[in-house]
């Protein structure tokens, strides 16, 4: 079965310390993972995708990378509109995407 | 570009009732996907329409049911509704089955 779990649960930053969010995983027929960025009460909005270990992907303070069993979301010299649940999925061979349970960033002014 | 569309944005239902949600899909989108949100917890994946069929499905009961149509909009069932199906109801489009999900802004369903 395929897992997703995201640390930390919360996180609090200053506004511009920056920080790195962690999604391990485990899924049978990778194609693909994803982070989302949720605000309270809307939808998920589309951030970025990662298809093999190495990759490396950027947007504005944002920085994904992968590795085999695990992603990282750097966030550098964070804003206070940063702030959001950050949500990381796997998609597998089933064409399913398997979320984790999301990091939950304030960013504090 | 219109993006992905759901109505009705909020909804209460009492236990035992039914309910049909509706999604449109992004503009050049072919299938759609329903996720189910409980506060604090991730989308957990319902159900995937493609050329109006079901193509995959998650973890949920048959209670949970659905269509596509042939403009590829869709629409999520739920009968005999219980206290934990309250959540927010989350529909997302891709360019194929295989492509980036995009998501709508959700329904939240409330249960009483």
């Known amino acids: 079965e395929d897992q997703v779990t995201q640390s930390p649960e919360a996180l609090r930053l200053q506004e511009g310390e920056s920080s790195s969010l962690n999604c391990s995983y485990t899924?049978?027929?990778?194609?693909?993972l994803f982070w989302y960025r949720q605000d309270p009460g809307k939808g998920p909005e589309f951030l970025f995708t990662?298809?093999?270990a190495g990759e490396e992907k950027e947007k504005e303070r944002l920085k994904a990378t992968l590795t085999k069993k695990e992603s990282f979301l750097h966030i550098t010299a964070p804003k206070p509109e940063d702030s959001a649940t950050y949500l990381c999925?796997?998609?597998?061979?089933?064409?399913?995407?398997?979320f984790g349970g999301g990091t939950r960033l304030m960013v504090k002014p | 570009d219109a993006g992905v569309t759901q109505s009705p944005t909020h909804l209460i239902k009492t236990r035992g009732q039914q309910v049909t949600l509706r999604c449109s899909p992004k503009?050049?989108?072919?299938?759609v996907s329903w996720y189910q949100q409980a506060l604090g917890q991730g989308p957990q994946f319902i159900f995937q329409?493609?050329?109006?069929?079901?193509?995959q499905r998650g973890n949920f009961p048959d209670r949970f049911s659905g269509h596509q149509f042939p403009n590829y909009s869709s629409e999520l069932n739920v009968n005999a509704l219980l206290l934990g199906d309250s959540a927010l109801y989350l529909c997302?489009?891709?360019?194929?089955?295989?492509?980036?999900?995009?998501f709508g802004p959700g329904t939240r369903l409330t249960v009483l």
């Open positions: 997302a489009s891709s360019n194929s089955p295989t492509d980036t999900q995009y």
């Open positions: 899924v049978s027929g990778l194609r693909g």
């Open positions: 990662l298809y093999s």
């Open positions: 999925a796997v998609n597998n061979a089933g064409n399913m995407l398997t």
């Open positions: 503009s050049g989108h072919d299938t």
């Open positions: 329409y493609y050329e109006e069929e079901e193509r």
